[in-house]
């Protein structure tokens, strides 16, 4: 086995954190994984992972060797997608990391589209509501609905999603449906906390260019786009979702649209990646292709 392929190993195995899901994750068995690893170290005279029966995590000479590794992989990647380029075969893994609603709604559908243009590919996504850290998790590239934090990552603004303040007819049932802001007192907003953290957000709304918030009881608080949806449509206050994620719902009666004149400001959409000498091919199309998608929601 060369030096090459060992690394790669070693690479996938500090990701994993684990030697049976490395070997998931490469197709290969767990001892041909271990057995790389071991090649990789005696060849280096430094062992560079700690092995223990519930986790393995990098040794202090692994963690200087991981971002060297990983950066020689990348432009031997490069390399090849240079080569790769003269024509529209791309293979290989494309890790992302979007919201979990975003990719059932908008991405999901289309995906065996992508894969009939590109049928050498896989995507592995990673659908966390709450913001990783997209270096840290090894992927290559984050797909955020909202405003961006400070990073060193290139952002690509692809599009903004407008926002409904939305109820179902049971809650209109039980609460009516406010028509102005000072009612916002006598209802129930639903809290949506991604995270770990919990900041309650209150009712948001543009006023003259500006975001403004006015505070409001709240019966439950979630941390997944999913679970905000089915709240809503349980009847458990008023949500503030993006339009095109509830387009059907809205169509069909089973949310309706309530103080139309008092919406937050629209979400920004962008992809953001690590910048990279050479960018693999793939990564490149995936990103444009996901932009298309993102157009045609605003269409």
């Not at 060797?65 to 080569?83: A, V, Y």
């Not at 209109?172 to 991604?194: F, N, R, T």
Request: net charge negative; hydrophobic share 40%; glycine share 6%.
């Amino acid at each position: 086995m060369d030096k090459l392929e060992c690394m790669k190993r070693f690479a996938v195995v500090a990701q994993t954190g684990s030697f049976t899901q490395a070997a998931d994750h490469l197709n290969v068995p767990k001892s041909a994984v271990s057995s790389a690893i071991s090649r990789l170290e005696e060849h280096l005279q430094s062992r560079l992972l700690h092995r223990s029966t519930r986790r393995v995590t990098l040794t202090e000479a692994g963690e200087r060797f991981l971002p060297q590794c990983q950066k020689l992989l990348d432009e031997i990647e490069g390399l090849e997608n240079q080569f790769q380029q003269q024509s529209q075969t791309i293979s290989g893994e494309i890790r992302v990391d979007m919201p979990g609603r975003f990719f059932s709604l908008v991405v999901a559908p289309r995906l065996p589209e992508w894969f009939a243009m590109h049928p050498q590919t896989q995507i592995r996504l990673m659908g966390a509501d709450h913001r990783i850290d997209p270096i840290t998790a090894r992927v290559d590239c984050v797909l955020r609905v909202g405003p961006l934090d400070d990073s060193d990552l290139i952002a690509k603004k692809l599009g903004e999603f407008p926002l409904i303040n939305c109820v179902s007819p049971a809650y209109v049932a039980q609460y009516g449906a406010p028509s102005e802001l000072d009612e916002l007192d006598e209802h129930y907003l639903i809290d949506y906390a991604p995270g770990i953290r919990h900041q309650t957000q209150g009712f948001e709304y543009c006023h003259q260019g500006h975001n403004k918030r006015i505070a409001m009881r709240s019966q439950v608080s979630v941390s997944t786009t999913d679970a905000y949806l089915a709240a809503c449509l349980a009847g458990l206050g008023i949500a503030q979702l993006p339009l095109h994620g509830v387009a059907q719902q809205l169509a069909d009666g089973t949310l309706v649209s309530v103080l139309e004149q008092h919406t937050p400001t629209a979400l920004p959409v962008a992809i953001l990646y690590e910048s990279r000498r050479h960018q693999p091919q793939r990564l490149r199309l995936f990103i444009d292709w996901l932009a298309t998608l993102v157009a045609e929601q605003q269409a």
